[in-house]
């Protein structure tokens, strides 16, 4: 897809982070933006933003956990813009999980998990039969992460399994597409390479009520990209962010060559995916990898 002018892109969890960034990344290449969220603030802040720059768009509550939710959105979209050519299925939490796996509130198993993994289970099910019904040139993207995908990180057992289904998901459907010769190409979106500044790490503001906790914050400690930082200092480490807009302008530029891997990495990361791949071969015994 060489030409974004007047298709119409849907981006779940688009209200801020790397979904906001995509928005204006396309918006700006004339695209027409549906956002569909479940932050009331940071709705109501990308409407005005998207409105003083003139994009065309459609801002719209949506719970990924609904598939009846993600199916009003669908409607409101065809209704306002006739059709969609581009969705994104990037809404995703983090459950800020600590310590021993077996000590996990089961809350943070279910609220994690109904986000990152139905969320995507239910986008499919609400976007593909659309996108493959319209039989035009569609993209259907997915935001994962490396985290799961291709590297085990330690600290976060619950993102990771997230993370890892997600992906598994991503590239089965990627499989059944080209099986099918559909003209939806499926692409999988890896935000980095570094830790993105993205409110992940905030994710509390939209838990629902009926998984809340008695824990004000994460049990990680880490509540913002600051505290990670910060911690990561503690231990001798400087750590490195990305940006949400380059992130968003490396999948654009990906998607205008109809790639799958929307992935930016280091040498270090590089060097960590090999070391899995030869682990894995060897078959020798794992050790755990740092955030890189």
Known sequence: MQDF?????????????????????????????V??????????????DLAAEGIDHLVEHCD??????????????????????????????????????????EKDWQWCLNVNVW??????????PRLVASGKEAHFVVTGSGNGAYIIL???????ASKAAVHAITENLHYQCQA??????????????????????????????????AVAGNESGINSVEDMKKMAAEYGIELQTTHPDEVAEMAVKGLEQDAFWLLATTEDTDAKIRARADMILNRTTPVPAMVG
């Not at 956002?35 to 005005?48: F, H, L, N, P, T």
């Not at 330690?154 to 990771?160: K, L, S």
């Open 5 to 33: 002018s007047g298709k119409v892109a849907l981006i779940t969890g688009g209200a801020s982070g790397v979904g906001r960034s995509l928005a204006f990344a396309l918006g700006r290449r004339g695209a027409r933006i």
């Open 35 to 48: 956002v569909g969220d479940v932050d009331k603030s940071a709705m109501e802040q990308i409407a005005a």
């Open 64 to 105: 990924v956990t609904s598939v009846d939710s993600l199916n009003a959105l669908a409607d409101a979209a065809e209704k306002a813009f006739g059709g969609l050519d581009l969705v994104f299925a990037n809404a995703g939490i983090g459950a800020g999980e600590s310590g021993a796996m077996w000590d996990y509130s």
């Open 119 to 128: 969320g995507v289970i239910n986008s499919i099910r609400a976007f593909m």
């Open 154 to 160: 330690p600290d976060a057992p619950i993102y990771t």
């Open 180 to 213: 099918g010769g559909l003209p939806v190409k499926v692409s999988a979106l890896f935000p980095g390479p570094h830790v993105v500044d993205t409110g992940l790490f905030n994710s509390g503001r939209v838990r629902p009520e009926a998984l809340q906790k």
